[in-house]
């Protein structure tokens, strides 16, 4: 193995390595809890954490997330940062990644994910309620349509509603006001500030697949940045890389993004790597999803030389058999030409058009 790190003074090249973050509470304790274990797994380096920066996605609250752009809403100025080299590294929310990143830059780190599944919060006078036991006509507070999509269908009796902001915000427009009867949120999110507790309903797979790496956190890097990718790769946890590498493929595939509703389910067993994808109109009415598998299970080879760093969806890991990555990729852009060819194209087209419309 190479050598991690030249042992600096405090850090790589005897400096510290510097950690960009967003502003936000949930970013703040997602950064910090990664910089928690690169110091438990090297303890003689300094890491410091910079620029809590509020992003262009922070700012513009009061326009829908499927209509401000695309997915580097949250991460273009924490990119800038990485290439002006101010910072090292910076800790995104998987999911808030594109798919292909710009020029120069690697996801270096993918770390083991958290509960992936969407929750409800239920506004305090429906505790103990489900979604299928609200009242007709609960107006229920999401910004994802691809929540609002899946939630529709299955229950026809409730309202959707655009909700933004920041975790903090929505469960204060939650809880204040009586615009909602409940918010859908990630679990993981939830989990990480500590309010687990606010948690009324888990969304399984029947109910709602979850958003493309969602409950995984991403290590972006400088992607010739060698020192500091050795460093951050440590953290990949293999069965993640695989799962969110065929999320990612499949995704791609499909040229899908916040504006249109796509959404996963994978599972890891037995070396077998499984993957449900599917696409929706807005409203749920049309819908196109599919299962697939593939084996996972392969050697790792020593893959020293000038295709060392091969990067899958975005994600450079090393330490993950690289064979095993290529079947996790292949099986995503498989499981997306398969919705392709059965309409998913059309889907996703008129679900664009009206997401620009509205």
Known sequence: ADPLLPRGENGVDGRAVRVGTRRSQLARIQTDSVVTMLRELYPDLHFE???AMSTTGDKILDTALSKIGEKSLFTKELENALERNEVDLVVHSLKDLPTSLPPG?????????ENPLDAVVFHPKNCGKTLSLLPEKSVIGTSSLRRAAQLKKKFPHLEFRDIRG????????????????????????????????????????????????QGALAVEVRAKDQEILNMVSALHDADTVLRCIAERAFMKRLEGG????????TLLKDGQLYLTGAVYSLDGSDSLKETMQTSVTYPHQNEDG???????VGITAKNVPGQAQ?????LGVELASLLLSKGAKHILSVARQLNDAR
């Open 258 to 265: 916040c504006s249109v509703p796509v959404a996963v389910n």
């Open 166 to 213: 920041n975790l903090n915000t929505r469960l204060k427009k939650l809880d204040e006001k009586e615009d909602f009867s409940a918010i859908v949120l990630a679990a993981a999110g939830l989990k990480r500030m500590g309010w687990e507790n606010r948690i009324g309903q888990l969304l399984g797979p029947e109910d709602c697949l979850y958003a493309v790496g």
């Open 326 to 330: 290529e079947a996790a990729e292949n």
């Open 105 to 113: 830059f690697t996801i270096g780190a993918v770390c083991k994910r």
């Open 49 to 51: 954490i910079a620029v």
């Open 306 to 312: 000038p295709n060392d760093d091969v990067q899958h």
